[in-house]
């Protein structure tokens, strides 16, 4: 079965670059969420989206930015990196809670970006 | 305080022995997960409770809701069962958003 795919899953980018990471959420999951994982800590909520629309906003720094595709793909947007930018952004799909078919969450990769 | 805590942080086992991996969370909540995490990244939903018990395989998870608690036991360990266990709480009610809250994760090594 499709699994939510995320690319790249491997990006260095030096300070004061721009990086784009994208999550492919599994077929006919409407609803995507963004997480940051730092070198040894727990995963942080950055935001989520909900047939293609912003549903819920985290600890996202305004150098972020994230939308949600017409085919439901996302992309997360990061300027100015800095050198605590440095983490794994996971990305995860469902189908919005309370529809019959289930609202698990389903996990990427996760995408590991180094800034040096 | 954290509003998910899990215990122990850290647990080392021999092959074969039973591991139970507890959570215990402040807030109100419409499903709690369990997540497993190896090392180089990849998450992987194991359950999710919003009430009573589950079992796949080796592993069961149970949750009391009145005591905010939940435990994931692993029965017959294994090496390859040694990764990071985390909890993640959803808050709310049914039909709000699904953003996880997260514990900092139990470190599992299963020696053989």
């Known amino acids: 079965a499709a699994g939510v795919i995320q690319s790249p899953r491997h990006l260095i980018k030096e300070k004061r670059e721009t990086a784009t990471l994208k999550c492919y959420p599994i077929p006919r999951h409407d609803t995507v969420y963004w997480y940051q994982q730092g070198p040894g800590q727990d995963p942080q909520f950055l935001i989520s989206f909900y047939e293609k629309m912003q549903s819920d906003k985290g600890s996202i720094p305004d150098r972020f930015s994230a939308q949600q595709f017409s085919d439901y793909h996302s992309e997360l947007n990061m300027s100015s990196l800095e050198l605590g930018d440095s983490a794994l952004y996971f990305c995860?799909?469902?189908?919005?809670?309370?529809?019959?078919?289930?609202?698990?969450?389903?996990f990427g990769e996760g995408s590991w970006l180094t800034v040096v | 305080k954290n509003e998910v805590e899990q215990s122990p942080q850290n647990l080392t086992a021999q092959e074969g022995e039973f591991i139970t991996i507890n959570c215990s969370y402040s807030v109100g909540i419409s499903a709690l997960h369990w997540l497993q995490q190896h090392p180089g990244g990849g998450i992987v939903s194991l359950f999710m409770?919003?009430?009573g018990k589950k079992k796949h395989g080796r592993l069961i998870a149970t949750i009391n809701i009145q005591e905010k608690h939940s435990s994931l036991h692993i029965t017959a360990s294994h090496p390859r069962d040694s990764a990071v266990y985390i909890c993640a709480v959803r808050r709310g009610t049914q039909g709000g958003s699904e953003k996880l809250v997260f514990g900092k994760g139990m470190k599992l090594t299963v020696n053989p």
């Open positions: 409770l919003s009430s």
């Open positions: 995860a799909s469902s189908l919005r809670v309370g529809r019959l078919s289930g609202n698990t969450i389903y």
